[in-house]
């Protein structure tokens, strides 16, 4: 080999690595807060990939159960750069997310869990919103669609009147048409649900049906499972850093992108699998289940257009496009909605 053959092999060897996806080796942790579960699967699977399409060169520790930081305190965490992803449900502090908290409001999210995930992108690219995450430093890896909220208790429920003086473990905006018939809201942290409901802290819990009742144990202590009340989905999403994400090359970027264009079909495809095994333990451990009767529901439904309106004239006296951000979300989600 020519000395002149050998720095033209060299410059292209030099060239290939400075551009290529072994570029720049990362090595993140991830924040979660309660176990391994149906949600957790599709970044589990895109963490996997990126490790083995990058030949080892990206790799992440997915650390769970609150052990890096509370659930209230992920987004600081991640602004502080104490960890590089993180696992952010909005309602935990609206006042820091307000507008991609709109998929918060009662009723919005459907079943499509595609659907859902499409909105979240969609929302999380308006500009206001990109404004909103960058205030944290970070921006969205993943949207994290969630199934309706249902209900597990110790009364049962079977119409609207039924929710007068119950203390329910909800969010804040999905509460709003419940309220209305005097439910009293509570949003305790998932992982605290559990012991809230044994003591009689709460009567009732709101969570994603059925994996979240399972994984946290609610139906070891709860007698009575409300399915098809639907209520709405929590708005949540991976997080990733955004200085973390600017030290990514070019390559790793689109890379990831790609695997989440791949991960999101496998949202409803772990919560499909996951029902029928779940409703078999909640059945061996004596919860009662019943399905709310459909013109009950639509009693509360009818309340949901007025909490919509109520949400963006709030945003619009904050200076915030919330009328803009609610339209993006319904034109990606089911036009049943």
């Keep these: 080999m020519t000395g002149f053959v050998r720095r033209i092999v060299l410059a292209a060897v030099c060239l290939a690595v400075s551009g290529g996806l072994a570029a720049q080796p990362a090595s993140w942790k991830a924040g979660f807060f309660g176990p391994p579960r149906s949600p957790t699967k599709p970044i589990e699977w895109w963490v996997q990939e990126m490790t083995a399409r990058t ?19 992920i987004p600081d965490s991640l602004r502080a750069g104490a960890f590089e992803l993180g696992m952010i449900c909005t309602s935990y502090y609206p006042a820091k997310f307000p507008l991609y908290s709109v998929f918060d409001l009662p ?9 859902l995930a499409r909105a979240q992108l969609a929302v999380s690219q308006h500009p206001a919103v990109v404004a909103e995450f960058k205030r944290w430093n970070l921006e969205m890896l993943l949207p994290l669609p969630l199934p309706q909220y249902q209900i597990m208790g110790q009364k049962p429920l079977a119409k609207a009147e039924d929710f007068k003086g119950l203390r329910i473990r909800i969010s804040g905006e999905m509460a ?24 009689g802290l709460v009567d009732a819990v709101a969570f994603p049906s059925t994996y979240a009742f399972f994984s946290y144990r609610v139906h070891e202590v709860a007698k009575f499972f409300v399915d098809k009340i639907s209520l709405g989905a929590q708005p949540c999403f ?10 990514l090359s070019p390559q790793q970027q689109k890379l990831a992108l790609e695997l989440r264009e791949a ?28 399905d709310f009767p459909a013109a009950e529901r639509a009693r509360l439904v009818a309340t949901a257009e007025k ?31």
């Design 55 to 73: 030949g080892g060169q990206f790799k992440a520790e997915l650390v769970y159960g609150e052990a890096l930081a509370k659930a209230t305190e």
């Design 107 to 115: 009723f919005l999210a459907g079943d499509d869990m595609t659907a």
């Design 176 to 199: 709003r048409p419940i309220e209305e018939f005097g439910a009293v809201k509570s949003l305790v942290p998932a992982p605290e649900v559990y012991t809230s409901l044994e003591r």
């Design 238 to 247: 991976y997080a990733v850093s955004s200085a973390a994400w600017a030290r």
């Design 263 to 290: 991960a999101i079909p496998r949202f409803a495809e772990a919560y499909a699998l996951d029902d029928a095994k779940n409703n078999e333990a909640f059945r061996q451990k004596g919860v009662q289940k019943t």
């Design 307 to 337: 909490h919509w309106q109520a949400w963006t004239e709030a945003m619009d006296k904050r200076g915030l496009p919330g009328k803009e951000v609610l339209e993006l979300a319904r034109k990606h989600l089911s036009p049943a909605r």
